[in-house]
């Protein structure tokens, strides 16, 4: 299958919500505004994948710093002294699932986060994902402090749990 990857766009915000409804639970699922909202403070970390001129996968992250979760539901601000790129939500439709595109996406983001010189990226896993994100070199760090615990507890229910893993990367 061939995709092209390229930034995402203001215009792709609706192909995103259709993602989002495909891939996620309910529980997970974010407003417009908010998807809106992120991908405007920080339109340099978001892509999408296209195949035959269809937005079919996307991956939106932005700056923060290590053990910073952000509650479910809520707008981010910019954070001063970034030190990771957070990856916030990475999404295929189940077409393009298989095809090696995520592992494309986050290559892409990684290369990204290394040409900005900072060390590491982060992310929440979501929907029983852990033992994917391990495959591309996360862990789970558990040494989050009260507050960032209770934001990460809104991400649990009651079948799954959620985890705040981080990859290290080296600098060029």
Request: proline share 2%; charged share 20%.
């Amino acid at each position: 299958m061939n995709f092209t990857i390229r930034k995402m766009s203001a215009d792709d915000l609706a192909a995103v919500m259709r993602i989002q409804e495909d891939a996620y639970a309910r529980h997970f699922l974010e407003s417009p505004d908010i998807i809106a909202q992120r991908f405007n403070l920080s339109p340099d970390t978001a892509w999408v994948a296209e195949r035959n001129l269809e937005v079919c996968a996307y991956l939106v992250g932005y700056w923060s710093q290590v053990g910073k979760v952000n509650p479910l539901h809520a707008p981010f601000s910019v954070v001063e002294n970034a030190d990771c790129l957070y990856l916030h939500d990475l999404a295929l439709l189940a077409s393009a699932q298989g095809s090696g595109l995520a592992k494309k996406l986050i290559e892409i983001a990684t290369e990204y986060a290394i040409q900005s010189s900072v060390k590491s990226l982060a992310l929440l896993s979501v929907q029983n994902s852990k033992a994917f994100w391990q495959k591309f070199g996360f862990v789970e760090i558990d040494g989050l402090d009260q507050s960032q615990h209770q934001h990460l507890a809104a991400y649990h229910n009651a079948e799954e749990l959620a985890y705040y893993m981080i990859k290290f990367i080296a600098l060029k």
